[in-house]
Nanobody, 125 residues
Framework: QVHLVESGGALVQAGGSLRLSCAAS????????MGWFRQVPGKEREFVAA????????YYADSVKGRFTFSRDIAKNIMYLQMNSLKPEDTAVYYC??????????????????WGQGTQVTVSS
């Protein structure tokens, strides 16, 4: 069982920055692919970024590429999503998630098996 807890969501002005954190239970990094998704009411959950279990490859949605950075502190069991140059369209609930490493890394929410409770990010114009 993997336990994930997000934090760091806030209200920020357009152009600003935020860093989201996701605290994971022990023995998560290195055993699961890890990802960030986001969701707004009435829409499907949207892929943001993901890293393979080995940490060798990181993928980003086109909409956040160059602005968001995914990182992990393996010793602390915490992963981060640094978000810069935020836009109003980045407003959403952000979730961290884990997927079985025996499968290939995907951007499909249903392929991820553990989810945090989410943290709200609101970007004002």
């Amino acid at each position: 069982q993997v336990h994930l807890v997000e934090s760091g969501g806030a209200l920020v002005q357009a152009g600003g920055s935020l860093r989201l954190s996701c605290a994971a239970s022990a023995r998560t990094f290195g055993y699961y692919h890890m990802g960030w998704f986001r969701q707004v009411p009435g829409k499907e959950r949207e892929f943001v970024a993901a890293v393979t279990w080995s940490g060798e490859a990181t993928y980003y949605a086109d909409s956040v590429k160059g602005r968001f950075t995914f990182s992990r502190d393996i010793a602390k069991n915490i992963m981060y999503l640094q978000m810069n140059s935020l836009k109003p369209e980045d407003t959403a609930v952000y979730y961290c998630t884990a997927a079985d490493r025996s499968e290939g890394l995907t951007t499909t929410p249903s392929d991820y098996i553990y989810w945090g409770q989410g943290t709200q990010v609101t970007v004002s114009s």
